[in-house]
């Protein structure tokens, strides 16, 4: 190969690089690429940056209070909301057997995790050593207990999502209230 066949293959790679780098060059000319300031497509993240860190359950609002409720609900209504979403763990009647939750007789009132030999979680132990009221199933208490366990007792064993209507709730607790020897005041 002489050195003139040589210029002529360098000459023509360089002149590919060249055209190569020019039509890179007006291309970008024409058609201007912008980086965009968003994503095209929004990724929302709010539901990750709000959720607590530890994954705990957040904290519920404190219910409204049932006692207003109470004086107008319906015994059977709230047993028919008992058949239907306790009666799978709980019984209601006098020596009635625990089976994945306690016994609920006499409930109202009572101390916390009041059932001898049912095994309750540690939350539940801890709650009922609460000075006061705190330890006891109240109304106002079960009422919150009903809305969200887990928010009202961070730790119970009690896999229930929680009541929403305020009108079940009261039924039901007036119904857990006929539950026992002697039921408790209305508050
Ligand atoms: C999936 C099973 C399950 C369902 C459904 C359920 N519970 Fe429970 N419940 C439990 C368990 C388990 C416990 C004990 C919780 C603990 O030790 O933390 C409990 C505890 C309780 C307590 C406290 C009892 C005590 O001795 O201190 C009350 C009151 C109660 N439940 C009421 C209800 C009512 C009312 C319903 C229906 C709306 C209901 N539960 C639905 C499993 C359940």
Redesign the pocket.
Known sequence: MDSFEFNKIAGAFLLALLTTTVIGYAGNMLVQPKKLEKNAFAVDVSAVAAAPAGGAAPAAAKPDPIAPLLASASVDGGKT??QR??A???SFDKGGRNA???N?WG?IASS????DG?R??Q??QNSAKQAGDDGK?TYEN?NA??VNPKAY?NG?????AG?RSAQDRAN?IAY?RSQADTPVALP
């Open positions: 909301v008992a979403q306790c799978s763990c709980h994945v939750g306690p609920l409930v916390k995790g009041r059932v049912f309750y979680s939350a539940m199933w079960v207990f009903l007792m119970t064993l009690m896999a229930f009541l039901l857990l």
